[in-house]
């Protein structure tokens, strides 16, 4: 549904009397419109900040979906950005913390993980990724994290790697015997940020230490990461046939290109039909014009908005 700035700024102050499935569809809704240029992007942003109370783990969790999507392909100034996230979510996460009470519900569970997220992945909080960093699960015994953040836990761990930590991700991920486990330490590898070890995790992609089920996925986190997404572009480019080779499935070979849409700049969109044109597969025509189209609306979205996000993050700075 669209609103225009008169209503919406009438229904900000109330939208908390909403139930959560409403205020799931407005948030939706709301960034619909932005998308379809049909409405501002101020205007979201707006009803971001109007739900900084907000209690319900799913609403939060399409909130900090958006607020991710806008990190990765919206964004120029990571700083402001993170510290409106930190405004919006820092103190009832630090509430929360990151041990569960003894009978403690699934609800509580849920936002902890959510807020944690916000804070450690967004925002990038200095004490919270220490806290993380220092949850890491040790090599044996149990966690002593609850499993609903051992995904922020390790992406933490990941980010900050040095030598030792990139080792030990990497036995982690030949060993562990769990799937979800192995895949978790595996995509941490491509997580990394320190550039030493994201050329050492983009040259991983095509070593038997990155299985060919496991392969696109992988990839599809390299692209997704500004510490290694050129250099992962230019692997596939360069090693093509070994890549092709690899990808030896037209299911891995769709999502592959699939994961090509994650390249978030307008020269990307460029880069990526040349390499395609070039390199016809004909298993992944579908995918290849869904991705390319996917990848020009965000282009054209990212012209509209990037400016303006900065803009409205520097006046409540």
Not at 37 to 48: G, I, K, M, S
Not at 151 to 163: F, I, N, S
Not at 251 to 274: N, Q, S, Y
Request: proline share 5%; hydrophobic share 50%.
């Amino acid at each position: 549904m669209a609103y225009d700035d008169r209503t919406l700024a009438r229904l900000l102050p109330a939208v908390a009397e909403l139930r959560p499935a409403e205020r799931v569809a407005l948030i939706s809704d709301q960034w619909a419109l932005v998308r379809a240029d049909l409405a501002p992007v101020e205007r979201f942003l707006d009803l971001v900040a109007s739900l900084a109370d907000e209690e319900d783990h799913v609403v939060l969790d399409e909130i900090v979906g958006r607020l991710s999507l806008i990190e990765h392909r919206f964004l120029d100034d990571r700083d402001r950005f993170g510290l409106f996230v930190a405004k919006l979510y820092g103190a009832r996460a630090a509430k929360l913390g990151w041990t569960s009470a003894t009978g403690e519900d699934d609800e509580i569970r849920l936002r902890r993980a959510v807020l944690l997220r916000a804070l450690v992945v967004l925002a990038r909080d200095p004490a919270a990724i220490a806290e993380a960093e220092r949850r890491f699960p040790p090599a044996s015994g149990q966690p002593s994290v609850d499993p609903n953040l051992l995904d922020v836990v390790v992406t933490a761990a990941a980010r900050g790697a040095d030598d030792g930590r990139f080792e030990e991700l990497r036995a982690r991920a030949r060993t562990e015997t769990d799937p979800a486990a192995k895949r978790r330490y595996l995509h941490a590898l491509a997580r990394v940020e320190h550039p030493p070890l994201a050329a050492r995790a983009v040259a991983l992609a095509l070593s038997d230490e990155v299985p060919m089920q496991d392969f696109s996925s992988y990839f599809a986190v390299l692209l997704g990461n500004r510490a290694t997404r050129e250099a992962a572009f230019a692997l596939l480019r360069d090693r093509w046939t070994e890549t092709r080779a690899k990808a030896d499935s037209p299911m891995i070979l769709r999502r592959l290109v699939e994961a090509l849409g994650t390249l978030p700049e307008r020269r990307h969109v460029d880069e990526v039909r040349a390499f395609l044109d070039a390199h016809p597969i004909d298993g992944a025509r579908q995918a290849i014009a869904q991705t390319l189209e996917r990848m020009r609306m965000d282009a054209d979205l990212r012209d509209r908005i990037l400016s303006r996000v900065g803009a409205w993050l520097a006046a409540r700075a």
